[in-house]
């Protein structure tokens, strides 16, 4: 979303403290290129690294040739070598990680590889660096740099630590407390990450007013800007080989870019000429949001809040100032307020409408908003943090228009109703790209040297023209490499024939049935995975009791704490929907079994969904088997992938959903999941467990 926080999905939480060598390690060379545009590691070809008796062999404890992994290692090299793009799928066991990082540090060019999850982001730099770096340079004398970035709000700002600390405007003793453990420990900090603060709450309020988001950051112009961490990670980011960043930063700093129009200061990440994206099933979604545009009542709010935090601090707190900020406020509050009613997610399909009843309202939010902006520029001798209010108050201006206003085909208008406590309600306007594949392509596709795409679930019958198309990557080359683990004999595949329809309301007893069943040969151990909280809280209420194994549901604990009592218990059962579809990895036999209840269509009359299919329709296409069925697809081959995650796993994976036999579609999702032997009978599936 152009809502210019930068804020990505790393959160700070559970990271222990580390100091700056944790975060880069400079290499030998400190000049402004990528210290190993000398290509370290380029004098072993990628064969004699990975196959049997190479480097690999000879420095990894658990080495196994993996063909898989050198095949990948040689496309990704390939790619870079020809400044192409490259699509390739390696499933679970490859060890795609090393087959790219690999062929990235031979090639001597500066490298971003950007994931969906801060887990990755941290084996990366943890782990596979550091054992590269080892592998490759066993005497020491030479090391990889590589900085490990993080969304900008989880930094501290220290112009406004500054400034509170002459200003001092805190709310309670928790705040109290809270600051001076923050400003004792930036006098210390090298890296302003606020993971080093282990006691400071996820949610502090505090600490929202003191991150270094971009839309409150008045750059080169900061009096802070030299000491400034953000600029220290720009820094160290211009001087690294490898850059580990997560899709939710890549994408904002993109974003932030193309609204600077290239200025020499605007972004974070340096350029690269090779970009890798892992877990990259998950960029249409992240793009989609960050390409959008989102309004929202709460950021007027916080618009409000930050000004008058200012003029507070400043001393400019004017009756002038002040009534145009409680317009603002009022305006903004009354105008959201008449927004459509509806459930969560739903179209804006009357903007018109909406507008021609409620124009004066509308009309009077942006003229409030152009008063504040010139309020702020008509200050005298105003300080340099005042221009970022007034722009951020004409972009506001801007956006809202934008999303009222604008006519575009390929736009997608729509509004989100999000509960926030018992009474509270978030209410925000969206806009989001139906295609994101014409952007992506004008935007970064054509822009970059090498794009690596890889996931291990991105080819959906064995092929991947659906993700290349989905997110506009042409002339790439595509790979899709068998995996490493023996299916056959690691997982079985149920499907139940005799269940009724999932769609049917006969369906959830009898599911729960059979899910009972089920745990008792496998004794437990099973993550059941549903794709609507409603039937996951229907089956656990109906199984409550009528098992002997201990249960979790998804909603009781956060995911971690939920993740770790699975762990820790045995025989457990845990409940949950998407969040733990993907991205979650328990080895071992403490996890036996994965149950899902039925195909994961993406639910239809979701905006963005709706208008996708729509838009593919109207374009000639079949939305059904161009859009929905491979996206199902791909996430039944994530929820399935949380069985095996070794090559000493082994389990059941099983859909109650025999749409998937019944179905002419049903070939299509049964052709894209690993080679499991596959059965329909609960004799076969006690056979397996040894019953
Ligand atoms: S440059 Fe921006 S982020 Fe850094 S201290 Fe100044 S205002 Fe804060």
């Given at each position: 979303m152009l809502d210019g926080t930068g804020e990505g999905g790393t959160s700070a939480d559970g990271l222990c403290y580390f100091n700056l060598s944790d975060y880069y390690r400079d290499s030998v060379s400190s000049s402004f290129q990528p210290a190993s545009s000398a290509a370290?590691?380029?004098?072993?070809s990628l064969y004699n690294f990975f196959s049997p008796g190479g480097l690999l062999s000879q420095t990894h404890p658990a080495y196994e040739f993996r063909r898989g992994q050198l095949q990948m290692a040689q496309a990704v090299g390939q790619a870079i070598e020809e400044r192409r793009h490259l699509i390739v799928e390696a499933g679970?066991?490859?060890?795609k990680t090393l087959a790219y990082l690999m062929p990235a540090i031979r090639s001597g060019k500066r490298v971003i590889i950007s994931t969906g999850t801060k887990n990755l982001q941290e084996q990366l730099f943890y782990k596979d660096v550091p054992f590269l770096e080892k592998a490759l340079f066993p005497d020491g004398n030479r090391a990889l740099s590589v900085c490990y970035m993080k969304g900008?709000?989880?930094?501290?700002?220290r112009r406004k630590l500054y400034e509170l600390t002459e200003q001092p405007v805190l709310n309670g003793l928790d705040e109290i407390e809270q600051y001076r453990a923050i400003a004792a420990w930036e006098q210390t900090?090298?890296?302003?990450?606020?993971?080093?603060?282990?006691?400071?709450?996820?949610?502090s309020a505090l600490w929202h007013k003191l991150d270094a988001r971009a839309d409150t950051c008045t750059g080169?112009?900061?009096?802070s800007w030299d000491k400034c961490f953000i600029t220290e990670m720009r820094r160290r980011a211009l001087e690294s080989d490898i850059v580990i960043v997560n899709h939710h930063l890549f994408f904002a700093d993109l974003g932030i870019k193309q609204q600077a129009e290239g200025a020499p200061d605007a972004g974070i990440l340096p350029d690269a000429a090779v970009v890798i994206f892992d877990e990259a099933h998950e960029l249409e979604d992240v793009a989609g949001s960050y390409f959008g545009i989102s309004v929202s009542a709460a950021r007027f709010e916080e618009l409000c809040r930050d000004i008058e935090n200012f003029l507070q601090r400043n001393h400019n707190y004017t009756a002038s100032f002040s009534g145009a900020i409680k317009t603002l406020r009022e305006r903004s509050a009354f105008f959201f307020s008449l927004l459509p009613e509806g459930d969560s997610r739903f179209a804006f399909e009357n903007r018109h409408e909406f507008l021609e009843e409620n124009g004066d309202e509308f009309l009077a939010v942006q003229q409030s908003l152009v008063r504040i902006a010139s309020e702020i520029e008509n200050m005298p001798s105003k300080p340099e943090e005042a221009f970022s209010f007034a722009r951020r108050a004409q972009e506001f201006h801007v956006q809202l228009g934008f999303v009222l206003e604008h006519e575009d085909p390929n736009t997608v208008f729509w509004i989100e109703r999000r509960r926030a406590g018992r009474e509270k309600q978030h209410v925000s306007l969206q806009a989001t790209p139906i295609d994101v594949g014409p952007v992506l392509r004008e935007a970064l596709w054509s822009k970059l040297d090498t794009a690596i795409l890889t996931s291990a679930t991105l080819a959906v019958g064995g092929a991947l023209d659906y993700i290349r198309s989905r997110l506009g990557v042409d002339h790439a080359r595509n790979v899709v490499l068998p995996s490493h683990f023996d299916y056959q004999n690691q997982a079985l595949f149920y499907v139940p024939p005799d269940l009724p329809d999932p769609r049917t309301p006969q369906f959830a007893s009898k599911a729960a049935e059979r899910i009972r069943k089920l745990l008792e040969i496998t004794r437990g151990r099973a993550f059941v995975l549903f794709t609507s909280y409603a039937q996951m809280r229907d089956i656990y209420q109906r199984l409550l009791g009528e098992i002997e194994f201990p249960m979790l549901l998804q909603g009781d604990a956060p995911k971690s704490a939920l993740l770790e009592e699975f762990r820790a218990t045995p025989h457990c059962v845990l409940f949950a929907t998407?969040?733990?579809?993907?991205g979650v990895d328990v080895q071992g036999e403490q996890l036996s079994c994965v149950i899902i209840d039925r195909l994961p269509f993406a639910v239809p009359s979701d905006p963005v969904v709706a208008a996708r299919v729509k838009a593919i329709d109207s374009n000639g296409g079949n939305a059904f088997f161009d859009y929905q069925v491979p996206a199902a697809v791909i996430t039944l081959k994530q929820g399935f992938g949380r069985l095996i995650r070794s090559l000493h796993d082994r389990g059941l994976v099983a859909l109650l959903d025999n749409r998937i036999l019944k179905k002419q579609y049903g070939r299509i999702f049964v052709d894209s999941l690993p080679n499991y032997r596959r059965s329909t009978d609960l004799n076969v599936v006690e056979q397996w467990f040894g019953l």
């Open positions: 370290p590691g380029g004098t072993i679970t066991g490859t060890g900008r709000n989880n930094y501290l700002c900090t090298r890296t302003g990450d606020r993971a080093e603060l282990a006691d400071l709450p996820e949610a080169q112009k900061c009096s998407s969040s733990f579809w993907q």
